[in-house]
T-cell receptor, first 109, second 114 residues
């Protein structure tokens, strides 16, 4: 089993809809979590950190479920510009970030 | 407002050639990283430098060497390029190595080995 796993998608979602995807991790001792966005042929860019209590930034909500060892990202009122690949990153036992392979999201008009 | 700058952006090499990928950050970050990204795979750590003067191997260090030239600069060298090293290479930096702080990325180097 990979340390960090994501559904590769693609998720095809109509504009204005709500979409959510998860990222599972295997190390129960992991303490920090991040969601990044990566546009085609571009670098990953930090979308949001994921806190134990969950956090929200505009249309984006991130949550952590320690019992089931996954983090989630919810996007409300999706825009065409939300089309991208979403990467999760989890701090590993050696303090380095372990990365998921990403979930591709396509927002359709 | 440069952040992390990588050069070159594109490079084509022949098998056996050598080259150095350059990375510089202007955020006064202590830690720097080199990743490779291949289709369908997550970012894989090649080497990292927790602080100036230190370097450590990551998940896939074979065939690469690094130099932390100073606090700003961290270079990646391919001594004898192989087709398996065809990839997109990203440099990143963070305030510290602890993993609490997010990493900030350069815009990548697309490297093809023929």
């Amino acid at each position: 089993r990979k340390e960090v796993e994501q559904d590769p998608g693609p998720f095809n979602v109509p504009e204005g809809a709500t979409v959510a995807f998860n990222c599972t991790y295997s190390n129960s001792a992991s303490q920090s979590f991040f969601w990044y966005r990566q546009d085609c042929r571009k670098e990953p860019k930090l979308l949001m950190s994921v806190y134990s209590s969950g956090n929200e930034d505009g249309r984006f909500t991130a949550q952590l479920n320690r019992a089931s060892q996954y983090i989630s990202l919810l996007i409300r009122d999706s825009k065409l510009s939300d089309s991208a690949t979403y990467l999760c990153a989890v701090r590993g036992s050696n303090y380095q970030l372990i990365w998921g392979a990403g979930t591709k999201l396509i927002i359709k008009p | 407002n440069a952040g992390v700058t990588q050069t070159p952006k594109f490079q084509v090499l022949k098998t056996g050639q050598s080259m150095t990928l350059q990375c510089a950050q202007d955020m006064n970050h202590n830690s720097m990283y080199w990743y490779r990204q291949d289709p369908g795979m997550g970012l894989r750590l090649i080497y990292y430098s927790a602080s100036e003067g230190t370097t450590d191997k990551g998940e896939v260090p074979n065939g690469y060497n690094v130099s932390r030239l100073n606090k700003r600069e961290f270079s990646l060298r391919l001594e004898s390029a192989a087709p398996s090293q065809t990839s997109v290479y990203f440099c990143a930096s963070s305030e510290a190595k602890t993993g609490w702080q997010p990493q900030h990325f350069g815009d990548g180097t697309r490297l093809s080995i023929l």
